[in-house]
T-cell receptor, first 114, second 118 residues
Framework: DVKVTQSSRYLVKRTGEKVFLECVQDMDHENMFWYRQDPGLGLRLIYFSYDVKMKEKGDIPEGYSVSREKKERFSLILESASTNQTSMYLC?????????????FGQGTRLTVV | AQSVTQLGSHVSVSEGALVLLRCNYSSSVPPYLFWYVQYPNQGLQLLLKYTSAATLVKGINGFEAEFKKSETSFHLTKPSAHMSDAAEYFCAVTGPPNYGGATNKLIFGTGTLLAVQP
């Protein structure tokens, strides 16, 4: 079974802190994604990566950055956390476009910024 | 560009009744379409997918969906609701592999929360 693991289920951080959300997949997938989920807004794509060190902005990249130094790991970075970044964050991975079948999701990290 | 519209943010049905969750898509390339389910405090799980083969797609837990190009729709149905179906359901779209202009992005709708009444 494909496994996508997010390092924390729940996080509480203070305004202004630099926050790292980590995601690891074990299926050698090329693509990895970070989504933010808010009630009534569904899942909104923050960033995605289609290869090591490659990234593209999604629909809401402001206030976020990402890092993909190794194929299996994709990190989301909140440079200076703000209360409006309180949300559920979901990581996903998928095979490359040539063999795309589905995306596999982690359990999510619920981040609260106080 | 691709997008998905889910009509009805909340749907309530009685146990044993038909479930119908609506999804309409917009895509400049032939779409690949997906339905995912999310149970409380969990990640998303794939229910079913359309990847340009049969237009009627069967998924897990008795769900199915029909791709209708003329209506740009991919509605999710289940003949008889069960209490365990109560969850949030998301429709998503991406482009097909190796199609010019298509990307690897998976774009989601805003979700439909399904409640099942006893």
């Amino acid at each position: 079974d494909v496994k996508v693991t997010q390092s924390s289920r729940y996080l509480v951080k203070r305004t202004g802190e630099k926050v790292f959300l980590e995601c690891v997949q074990d299926m050698d997938h090329e693509n990895m994604f970070w989504y933010r989920q808010d009630p009534g807004l569904g899942l909104r794509l923050i960033y995605f990566s289609y290869d090591v060190k490659m990234k593209e902005k999604g629909d809401i990249p402001e206030g976020y950055s990402v890092s993909r130094e190794k194929k299996e790991r994709f990190s989301l970075i909140l440079e200076s956390a703000s209360t409006n970044q309180t949300s559920m964050y979901l990581c996903a991975s998928s095979p490359p476009r040539g063999v795309f079948t589905e995306a596999f999701f982690g359990q999510g990290t619920r981040l609260t910024v106080v | 560009a691709q997008s998905v519209t889910q009509l009805g943010s909340h749907v309530s049905v009685s146990e044993g009744a038909l479930v119908l969750l609506r999804c309409n898509y917009s895509s400049s390339v032939p779409p690949y379409l997906f339905w995912y389910v999310q149970y409380p405090n969990q990640g998303l799980q794939l229910l079913l997918k359309y990847t340009s083969a049969a237009t009627l797609v069967k998924g897990i837990n008795g769900f199915e969906a029909e791709f209708k190009k003329s209506e740009t729709s991919f509605h999710l149905t289940k003949p008889s609701a069960h209490m365990s179906d109560a969850a949030e359901y998301f429709c998503a779209v991406t482009g097909p592999p190796n199609y010019g202009g298509a990307t690897n992005k998976l774009i989601f709708g805003t979700g439909t929360l399904l409640a099942v009444q006893p």
